[in-house]
């Protein structure tokens, strides 16, 4: 399979990027599983915009968004990124509206939404569900698109560059390993121009808000192909994912309140009812999420209660019902009344803050390879995201990237000479027959991460995690050259990858800053006000 373009993932930003890149050439699309199971359709909250003037809130300014931004990065944003990402915000909302993203509307003006850390009203937002409209708009847009070839339930194992095939003085990206999941086999998808837009590695912890598919296939796919990956200990938990031990199922596991709840005046208590998140700081519960994650998980250490509670009690009758219906519908299908019971919540992994480190173009240390979204490290978010940036950063920089990509490989340029490309070869070519083997490491990986490398770390609990995680490396590397490739054993490599560098990226940042905060450093040092960055040689 040979295309001008090939895009790794379905979310806002590899669309954003896939749609404006059919203008130019073929563009092939590759998920591992369907389209619409991406971070993005499980957003709830919004985007973060400034609008003209006589739109926005009262007040509000790019500056003001850009200096909240970098209050909520702790020091480490790349202020030239934030304001070129800030400043693009109109454009991103037209460009969705364009696309038929429906946000909503009072009158001919939209709603806005104020989340944790902003110091405005600028999150504009589709009921609940905004990332789901997002993903639902382009996506009818993608398949419409006679360029774009949207191919689902293939699996990309590794990207294949010049490096890997002996060209060392002059790497570049040259396609992708994909396994075809439908029938077992491995194809070569051949491209000079790559986009790594696969979203978020949720699923290294035990609890999280992210999909089953957020397992950092993208940033695993990097790293092994030689790109720098920056700041991987800055994980987000997000403060409010529902508590429930009685109820079942995937969507129960991992089922996030929105911070707009918070944002729309929901308070954060004890089983007390009391409002601990004051004693903290003074915003409360719309304080930066590093700071209400950390509160939430000290609250309950010292109570030793299971959950703390986010309280919307004292909002008139229906007000929930109508602005977060979708939160509304589920908790109550789970027996939670939340206009007249508080929502039992605890923390969950939700953002990956760092990733393969890119400019915003998205354009990676590897020539031809680009990564866009959750899987790029821009400098947008610094050591802390700040709420509803993150679909704003996947529009802008989704846009950015295919404009860079065409100043410096047009497809009209001629092509380079091409080492040829092997076909791929199965290790041992038999199938997995101890299954059991593959979920015992899936489960322990999950667990040693959320005991050892949460949201409060020692460098004792780091130093055990990396050393279990040398020998779990070994044996998921052992599974994967001794059996046939499959899905499982393709997730479980990328999870011990990405597990392996937040701990050593947490083990290189001796102080606590924005979300990597541990007990034996826990304050901030200007020493390490700077990238933690790695490279795989």
């Not at 912890?205 to 089953?212: A, G, K």
């Not at 957020?214 to 720098?228: I, K, P, S």
């Not at 947008?380 to 802008?396: D, I, P, Y």
Request: aromatic fraction near 8%.
């Amino acid at each position: 399979m040979t295309s001008d373009f090939l895009v790794i993932g379905a979310g806002i930003a590899g669309l954003s990027f896939a749609l404006r890149a059919a203008k130019h050439g073929k563009v092939i699309i590759l998920t591992k599983g369907r389209a619409e199971e991406s971070n993005t359709a499980w957003a709830q909250g919004g985007i973060a915009s400034v609008l003209p003037a006589k739109l926005r809130a009262e007040g509000d300014s790019v500056e003001n968004h850009v200096a909240d931004t970098l209050d909520a990065g702790a020091g480490l944003c790349n202020e030239e990124v934030v304001r070129r990402i800030v400043e693009e915000g109109d454009n991103t909302i037209e460009d969705l509206l364009g696309y038929g993203v429906e946000f909503d509307k009072e009158d001919d003006h939209f709603m806005l939404g104020k989340e944790g850390g902003h110091s405005h009203r600028r999150i504009l937002h589709a009921r609940d569900t905004t990332g789901r409209e997002v993903a639902r708009a382009l996506l009818e847009a993608a398949r419409r698109e006679p360029n774009i070839d949207l191919l689902e339930n293939h699996f990309v194992i590794d990207l294949i560059t010049a490096a890997r095939l002996g060209a060392v003085s002059n790497d570049r990206v040259l396609g992708a390993y994909v396994l075809q999941r439908e029938t077992g086999e491995v194809a070569v998808f051949r491209s000079d121009r790559v986009v790594l837009a696969a979203g978020g590695c949720g699923k290294v912890y035990l609890y999280t808000t992210n999909p089953d598919s957020a397992t950092g296939d993208g940033v695993a796919l990097g790293w092994r192909a030689g790109a720098t990956v920056a700041n991987m200990e800055f994980i987000q938990f997000h403060p409010t994912c529902f508590y429930n031990p009685a109820a079942t199922g995937p969507e129960a596991r991992s089922f996030l309140v929105s911070e707009a709840v918070r944002g729309e005046g929901g308070i954060l208590r004890n089983a007390k009812g009391e409002d601990f998140t004051k004693k903290i700081d003074p915003r409360g519960s719309l304080a930066p999420r590093d700071i209400v994650a950390r509160a939430i998980d000290q609250e309950i250490k010292r109570t030793g209660a299971p959950c703390v509670y986010l309280d919307v009690t004292h909002k008139p009758p229906g007000f929930i019902r109508e602005h977060f219906p979708y939160i509304y519908e589920t908790l109550m299908k789970f027996g939670v009344d939340c206009e007249t019971t508080p929502i039992p919540v605890v923390p969950a992994a939700h953002y990956m803050c760092g990733g393969v480190k890119t400019d915003v173009t998205g354009k990676t240390s590897i020539r031809g390879l680009f990564a866009v979204g959750e899987v790029g490290c821009t400098g947008l978010h610094g050591a802390n995201r700040l709420a509803s940036n993150s679909l704003l950063e996947g529009n802008v920089v989704g846009r950015l990237a295919l404009a860079e990509m065409m100043r410096l490989y047009p497809p009209d340029k001629a092509a380079m000479d091409t080492p040829p490309i092997p076909e791929w070869h199965h290790g041992d070519v038999a199938e997995p027959d101890e299954l059991v083997v593959i979920y015992h490491n899936w489960d322990e990986i999950r667990r040693l991460m959320w005991d050892y490398v949460s949201i409060v770390r020692t460098d004792n609990r780091l130093r055990r995690a990396a050393a279990r995680l040398r020998n779990l490396k070994k044996e998921v590397r052992e599974f994967y050259w001794g059996h046939r490739v499959n899905a499982d054993i393709l997730e479980l490599r990328n999870l011990v990858a990405i597990a392996g560098l937040i701990v050593e990226c947490g083990l290189r940042r001796r102080e606590s800053r924005g979300l990597h905060f541990t007990l034996d450093h826990p304050e901030s040092d200007e020493c390490f006000r700077k990238d933690t960055t790695l490279r795989k040689f």
